[in-house]
């Protein structure tokens, strides 16, 4: 008996007809994941850069999530071919590289998903998750058709760099992370400001220019539809522990004399990190 995959996130994005919203995986809780999972929607961000979550943990949250009607994506820790390769042999389909500030470390994730001589991943489907342990006929020769690869741009640089990064072969989208970039242009914390903003927005015009999928993520509603409104063919709006912080915290407020949520760190307001 063969077994199959699930079609990758770029197909996702062909399907769909709108652009797909997701939210992030933090906690590294299969439970929370299995609730944002059955959610409703689109695509879920397992993110192994920030926080505690492991190699083990990633494969676990992404079995959790198989059962429901969603797409995966696992944001790795860097541009690592090692951690790329795996991911990979975890069972993530769909990756996302942080800090990619060029067309060549493009590039070199690129070639970090990619079977010899197309690139430079190491061979051991049949001892892994990936091709369900030799499960899935013909995997060495057809792994690529079941990969999607995202680069992140969260840098002034990167943003330099972003038309060149759009051209590299192979990817199937890049991800605006208006956090680091704001960081990078001098404002700290500031992800909504005008100039980052801009910023973002020229991206997602630089892509669509190269027909390239673009994804933002941005937990202000306001700023997400201003994003989508501009263009962006995906996009996270919360995260698992965001919402679990924000809200306890309205609890708190609302049932405990004298507590005031506004008073408490937000969580998920000027500093997500993302």
Request: glycine share 10%; proline share 5%; net charge negative.
């Amino acid at each position: 008996m063969s077994l199959h995959l699930n079609p990758p996130f770029a197909q996702t994005l062909r399907d769909l007809g709108r652009p797909a919203v997701g939210m992030w995986v933090c906690s590294g809780s299969p439970v929370a994941a299995e609730i944002c999972a059955g959610s409703g929607m689109d695509w879920l961000l397992v993110d192994a850069e920030h926080g505690v979550v492991s190699l083990e943990t990633v494969q676990e949250l992404l079995q959790v999530a198989a059962a429901y009607p969603v797409q995966s994506v696992v944001r790795l820790p860097s541009l690592d071919v090692v951690a790329i390769k795996q991911f990979l042999d975890a069972g993530a389909q769909n990756l996302l590289i942080p800090m990619v500030d060029d067309a060549a470390a493009a590039e070199l994730a690129v070639a970090a998903t990619r079977y010899p001589p197309a690139g430079v991943r190491g061979v051991g489907s049949a001892l892994s998750r990936s091709a369900r342990w030799g499960g899935v006929a013909g995997y060495l020769t057809e792994a690529e058709k079941y990969i999607s690869l995202c680069v992140q741009i969260e840098s002034a640089t990167a943003v330099e760099n972003a038309a060149e990064i759009c051209a590299v072969e192979g990817l199937a989208g890049v991800f605006v992370g208006p956090s680091d970039l704001a960081a990078s242009m001098g404002l700290l914390g500031q992800q909504n400001h005008p100039d980052v903003v801009a910023a973002v927005k020229r991206v997602i015009g630089t892509a669509r220019a190269a027909g390239l999928p673009v994804g933002v993520n941005a937990f202000d509603p306001q700023i997400a539809q201003d994003y989508l409104d501009a263009g962006a063919d995906f996009i996270l709006v919360a995260a698992d522990v965001q919402l679990l912080a924000l809200e306890s915290k309205k609890l708190a407020a609302r049932f405990i004399s004298g507590y005031s949520a506004d008073s408490q760190p937000a969580g998920g307001g000027t500093d997500v990190g993302y």
